[in-house]
């Protein structure tokens, strides 16, 4: 026995030894950040990516033709100095700045950027139908200009010209005939950050480029890993115990409510995230009377499910245009009130023929689990305020994500809810999907109105931004008249960090986390 | 010419599985033998019907992947596009007989989601994982649950057997996500002793040339102590979970077959000579009471993979089980069938190779 418990005491030490070991300072001091996400990768070519994570990667590690200004929604330069339009608003000309260099010292030249977009145009991503939508050619006539044609006039094209698909790719890097949605090289770009290593299953390993042109700060991170996580209450968990320096995307209401109170810990709300609203399906009956949707919107309670349901960890939504963009403002509230009004509610309802006996009676549907787990939870509140009038009796109704988003943006639902987060930062991304009556119909909401289109398309086109706010202002009050949809909050992105390693981050409204502002201690 | 990890593995083990299943035929009895020949041949079908069912089911429930791929952007003429790409406009028959043609070929087809990669490809990343995690989870939980069930049958009636047995009743009925969720709280936030999730620290992740994805065995081949470290120090968490879950059964399995070899006349006499009762209990009793575990391993390997999809999920750990959780939701046909597929043929050779054991230690087993 005695040499059995020799050999169990041996390995137990060899355990401890070994673990001990881990724990043993690096040897090289690498100033790194970890930062945890639940999100996924999709895919790493910058001519077919189209979800958010994805482009925050690759606003990491390269540049597009416009860029957010730090911290805020606004688009500024990118590795675009200057631009402007032709006479009939058609084509735009980029004018490149000196100094743009890949990891490798090689200059950036402006057919790299004609190369991404052209890619983009003909091999059919996820970006693909955004991109042919507003671009029908791309030119450079010189290394340092890009001239881009579009399909129709766009005063938004600034914006547009943000998204990830202006980046510039180096010649040989990507096939000009094939989609690569995982390089096995990783991604790298003219930008702060060079992907040095992956894997879409546990971690992403940046380190700094060392020919980026801005230059870093001298309390930035040499090197960032993005690790991912299952869930957000594992995340929160291993920021609180101190796994990872940052945790962001996504933390539910629950996780950033219980971190908030966690000494050590910071929590940063970003001011930024998507927006939720009622789908009220115009196709059908009875969403296709105008006073049924207004009396429902006179009915909604926003507050109430903020502070009830979600703990104020969420801010009430009062347009589908967030503040913070072109001609946001609080048209629902102007024109219903912020509160619950069951009198105007029932005058509407009784015009339109509905009484004790007769009550309006519809099918209101929502995904259980999509939304996080207080989903259900906005839904009994929802229920109950629109039930304030025994002129209205709601069936709630519960469905499956994978059918539900087919049958709330088909036409199978009277009524539903849904998220939405905009592919460019422009008024124009949160009006034009749902209120213009070729849109409208894929959103599951069958608007039409020719005054809305007409506002839109003079929206769209506009580039004077005096102009296009009045349009948008004008769109908007017709929005919240007609009822278009009913938006009900926001759900601001929170990211919360550790004190001990992390001084301050820099996120804005548009979620663009840019990784070389992080300041460490 | 280029073995992917998966590849390998599976070629290793059914190497080795295959080695053992000719010398049992060779070494065995003609009952053993017709035994072998037997089940070899009624795992093919066992397989191809389960392959069958996952096939259909994937295809009945509500969603698609491409509803799944585009979300509420993607407009009718993209969607049409998507399905037209992926096959998904054939009748349900042709693309069965399309899927079965490929299995033939070993070929597992491509993800329907996240990059179209191929599924070979991404489970040589994720089997190495779930390996990784539900080995030691089996040895502690047999090792552990044997062992205290011997100890537990040594002191009958007393505290500590009423203790275990209460605890293999909890350990059984525990939900190992929950449980999962509670090692986290406790030795994650309040004692600080563990990591949350995840399989390596990041930072000593970068320094690990990784040649099996098996972490631990990356790190002792390449003599990366830290990695090693840190690898175990990672597995401590989840295959402490999983091993809990499991370990309730073993436990009361072993109690109850020892407390029986106690009392057979064999003991009586040993005992009658004068031999040490924990020789007795833990080198007699216990070697006989072996015979019927043996076979629950192997009927408790398809709950370990079980187990193993709860705790990966719970523990971030990218294994086979989250990867099953994570496609299903994406509703990726191919990958869902891919690892059912590579389940169902695990279980099918462990539950062969169990009941070879058997045979083989029991020569009191006829067939």
């Known amino acids: 026995m005695k040499r059995h418990k020799l050999i169990l005491i041996a390995s137990i030490l060899v355990v401890a030894a070994v673990i001990l070991a881990s724990c043993a300072p690096a040897e090289e001091e690498i100033k790194t950040v970890i930062i945890g996400v639940t999100d996924e990768i999709s895919s790493l070519d910058f001519s077919d990516a189209y979800s958010t994570h994805d482009w925050e990667l690759m606003r990491n590690v390269n540049v597009p033709l416009t860029d957010f200004v730090p911290g805020k929604a606004e688009v500024g330069t990118g590795i675009a100095e200057s631009w402007e339009v032709s006479a009939d608003d058609l084509t735009w000309t980029f004018h490149l700045s000196d100094g743009w260099k890949y990891p490798d010292g090689s200059e950036l030249v402006a057919a790299d950027v004609v190369r991404t977009v052209e890619r983009a145009m003909t091999l059919e991503g996820d970006i693909h139908g955004v991109v042919v939508a507003y671009i029908s050619g791309i030119e450079a006539p010189d290394d340092k200009t890009v001239v881009i044609h579009l399909v129709n006039p766009r005063g938004d094209f600034p914006q547009i010209a943000s998204m990830a698909f202006t980046m510039p790719t180096q010649e040989g890097v990507f096939p000009a005939d094939e989609l690569v949605f995982f390089p096995e090289e990783g991604i790298v770009g003219v930008g702060p950050w060079q992907m040095v290593e992956y894997d879409p299953a546990e971690q992403v390993v940046l380190e700094r480029n060392p020919n980026y042109k801005k230059g870093f700060g001298a309390d930035a991170p040499d090197r960032v890993i993005v690790k991912y996580y299952e869930d957000a209450t594992s995340m929160a968990l291993a920021v609180e115990n101190g796994d990872i320096d940052i945790s962001w995307r996504i933390l539910g209401p629950p996780e950033v409510q219980r971190l908030s109170e966690v000494e050590g810990l910071t929590a940063v709300n970003t001011g930024g995230g998507g927006i939720r609203y009622l789908v009220l399906n115009e196709a059908r009956e009875p969403m296709n009377d105008k006073n049924v949707r207004q009396a429902l919107a006179y009915l909604l309670d926003r507050d109430e499910i903020v502070d009830r349901v979600m703990q104020g960890t969420v801010n009430p939504l009062y347009s589908m245009v967030p503040p913070g963009f072109l001609a946001a403002g609080e048209y629902f509230v102007d024109r219903f009130g912020a509160g619950a009004n069951v009198s105007a509610a029932e005058d509407l309802l009784r015009a339109s023929g509905y009484s004790e006996d007769n009550p309006l009676v519809f099918d209101l549907w929502y995904p259980p689990e999509h939304y996080g787990t207080h989903a259900a939870q906005i839904f009994q509140v929802l229920e109950q305020q629109f039930e304030a009038t025994p002129l209205i009796q709601v069936n709630l109704q519960s469905q499956e994500w994978g059918t539900y988003v087919k049958a709330c943006t088909g036409d199978e639902y009277q009524a539903c809810y849904l998220g939405w987060f905009f592919d460019y930062p422009d008024t124009s991304n949160y009006l034009d999907p749902f209120a213009e009556s070729a849109s409208s119909p894929h959103m599951g909401i069958a608007y039409a109105s020719e005054q809305m289109d007409e506002l839109l398309h003079a929206g769209g086109a506009e580039s004077d931004q005096a102009v296009r706010a009045q349009l948008y202002t004008d769109a908007q009050e017709l929005y919240a008249e007609d009822v278009v949809t009913i938006p009900m909050h926001m759900e601001a992105e929170y990211a919360v960090f550790r004190n001990e390693t992390i001084s301050s981050i820099t996120i804005g409204p548009a979620l663009i986390f840019d990784y070389e502002l992080i300041v460490m201690k | ?367």
């Open chain 2, 1 to 367: 010419m280029n073995i992917s990890p998966l590849s390998g593995i599976c070629i290793g083990s059914l190497g080795i599985a295959l080695v053992f299943i000719i010398f049992a035929f060779l070494r065995g009895s003609p009952g053993l033998r017709s035994y072998i020949l037997t089940r070899v041949v009624l795992t093919l079908p066992m397989v191809f019907i389960l392959v069958t069912v996952i096939f259909f089911i994937m295809r009945v429930i509500p969603g698609d992947p491409v509803t799944s791929e585009l979300g509420p952007r993607g407009t009718p003429a993209q969607r049409e596009h998507m399905r037209e790409q992926l096959g998904l406009n054939d009748p349900i028959l042709v693309q069965y007989v399309k899927y079965l043609g490929k299995i033939v070929r070993l070929d597992l087809g491509t993800a329907l989601v996240l990059g179209n990669r191929p599924i070979v490809d991404e489970l040589s990343e994720r089997l190495p994982a779930t390996i990784e995690l539900t080995l030691p989870a089996m040895v502690i939980a047999v090792g552990f649950g044997v062992l205290s069930g011997a100890y537990a049958a040594q002191h009958r009636k007393k505290g500590v057997d009423y203790g275990l047995r209460l605890f293999s009743i909890a350990a059984y009925s525990i939900p190992v996500f929950w449980l999962g969720l509670i090692l986290q709280v406790v030795f994650g936030i309040g004692l600080d002793i563990a990591p949350i999730a995840g399989r390596i620290d990041p930072i000593i992740n970068i320094s690990l040339d990784r040649m099996t994805n098996v972490l631990t065995l990356d790190a002792l081949i390449t003599g990366n102590w830290r990695a090693l470290g840190s690898a175990l120090h990672h597995l401590f968490l989840p295959s402490l979970a999983l091993a809990t879950v499991l370990t309730g059964v073993f436990l009361r399995l072993s109690r109850i077959n020892v407390i029986e070899s106690l009392v057979e006349d064999y003991i009586l006499a040993g005992r009658a000579r004068g031999i040490r009762e924990r020789v007795l209990v833990y080198k007699h009793a216990l070697s006989n009471a072996l015979i019927p575990i043996v076979t629950l391993i192997g009927l408790q390997f398809s709950v370990l993979l079980a187990g193993a999809i709860l705790t990966e999920t719970t523990f971030s750990w990218p294994g086979m089980g989250l990867y099953l959780v994570e496609r299903i939701g994406q509703r990726d046909y191919t990958a869902v069938q891919g690892v059912i597929l590579v389940f169902a043929l695990s279980v099918a050779v462990i539950s062969l190779l169990t009941d070879i054991i058997y045979a083989f230690i029991d020569p009191r087993v006829r067939y």
